[in-house]
Structures are given as C-alpha cells and as structure tokens.
C-alpha cells in the first residue's frame, strides 16, 4: 500500500505527463493551437528551430511512457528501475529549470520575446514544480524504512 500523501504527488505527475504528451501528440499530428510560443524564439519572435513530426512524437512518446512509470508505481508495480527513473527525470526538469542561460529557464537572457514571457509564466514554474515532486519521491525513499515507494 502507498503512503497517501506519495499516492497524490504520483497521481500528480503521472497527469501532469499524459497533459503534455497529449499536447504533444496534437501537435506531432498536425495541431497548431499554442505552438508558435512553445519554441524558443529570438527577439524578432522567429524560432529557434521548428521540430518535425517525427521528433515531436518521439518527445509525445517519451512523456507517455514517463506517465506510464507512474501509472505502473501507483497499481503496485513499480520496477526495479524507479529510483534511477526519479534521478534522470529530476536532473532532466531541473536542468530545465536553470535554463541555458539565453533562451529558457530562470537565467534566460531574452525575457520578453512570446516564448521568454511563456516560460517565465507557465514553462519554468511547471518544470520546477516536476523537480519538487520527484525531490519529494525521491527523499520519501531514502529516508523510508524499506527504500521503496510500496509498504
């Protein structure tokens, strides 16, 4: 049985990754809706890059399979893998979060082209709200009995 409290933090990320695979996979299929401020942009508002199809699915595929990570923690069939699941996903956000010192994350040099404003408002926060859940998951299991998600 899960603890309560860690049941809501895995219910939590496991929607938050099926919301943003499901965003991606409207727009790996073609959807349009919100992706002009979902890329780094210079200050002319030109994107950095214009991902394909194909990658965009691959990032919608990535994230479902992360959702399903938690899916599987929450049934009771956490794998053997779950704690070096938790590192790469809070090295991956938290990276995220600090940025690359230009176009995305806290230190970013361009803060007022769409994508900044976006990533300061909703991009970031998300990602260090990601961290601190997986920081959470993370130190539940070190300092549990068993060091394991499952009681």
């Not at 890059?49 to 990032?59: E, S």
């Not at 230009?102 to 990533?119: C, E, H, S």
Request: proline share 3%; charged share 15%; with cysteine.
């Amino acid at each position: 049985m899960i603890n309560t409290s860690i049941l809501v933090l895995l219910i939590a990320l496991l929607l938050i990754f099926l919301f943003l695979s499901l965003l991606h996979f409207y727009w790996g299929f073609g959807g349009r809706c919100g992706i002009e401020v979902a890329l780094p942009s210079r200050e002319d508002n030109i994107p950095l890059f214009r991902p394909g199809k194909l990658i965009t699915l691959l990032i919608a595929f990535v994230l479902l399979i992360c959702a399903g990570f938690f899916l599987l923690i929450i049934i009771g069939l956490a794998p053997e893998v779950t704690k070096y699941f938790f590192w790469v996903i809070l090295i991956v956000f938290s990276s995220r979060v600090i940025g690359d010192f230009k176009f995305f994350g806290l230190f970013k040099k361009y803060k007022y082209t769409r994508f900044a404003v976006n990533d300061s408002k909703y991009y970031t926060p998300l990602s260090l709200v990601i961290t601190i859940l997986v920081l959470l998951l993370i130190v539940w299991i070190i300092f549990s009995q068993d060091h394991n998600l499952i009681s």
